[in-house]
């Protein structure tokens, strides 16, 4: 007999979990990774930035599966009012450059799931080559789920798709510098109001160049964005995230679905 209780001593010792079957789990705080494509294509990816449709829906199938949920950068903000990170894991889904691709095949695959995702213009390109047009723009940017909410939002990636840091030598002083920063933020944001509904409240750095500068900053913010996408490789897991620098994880041409577990600790 005293055996016994020594044994359960021992295992309630090793194993302080396992007595406490009758208590509820708390819910764990997730992470929120942010996941970068550009373009897609119907057959094998050809080059490190573009990703096949088939590999794109293993990614949602991923997502799927391990019940992260799928949010837009807006939701960030309520979380960090919120002052806690939710539930469960969480992924923002984002699109560069603006290749056509996303209209014929982005977001038939999109609306299959009902995911949200935002679309980085690079604004001098639309319409030109194989990018996608504005009149494919404001269909997708009108498109509305039950209850009025636009699923796919648009953002700048800027006019040029200059390096807006790297580039700074290129410019006399400040003045000019910012001349500069303003076109790339302001002028990019006026056109693409033109095309949707809404206001253009996020950017996507080119190349990442930039992250964290002041200036680069300074310029977003006197333009009206609210939110700036990096390219720095690491999941959010603060409620407070700083919404000039969130990080993104770039998914290339061979990058495995379950790469997205790493960041999120699954
Ligand atoms: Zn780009």
Redesign the pocket.
Known sequence: MKGIYLTLIISILLFPGCYRYDEPEPADEGKIIVLMY?RITSGEATNLYERSIENLKKDFEYLKKHNINVISFNDLAEIKVSGKMPAGNSAILTF??GDNSWFSLVQPLLKEYRYKATF?L?VYMIGRNSFIGWDDVQQMSYYTLEGGVHPFIFGS?SFS?AYLNADRSKFQDLNEYNRFLDYEFGESKRIIEEHIPGKVEVF?L??GDGAGDENIISAAERNGYKFIRTSIQTAIDIPDQDFFQIPAIPVLDNTQSDAIGNYLGI
């Open positions: 550009h560069d450059d980085f690079w990636h798709h996507a080119p190349f």
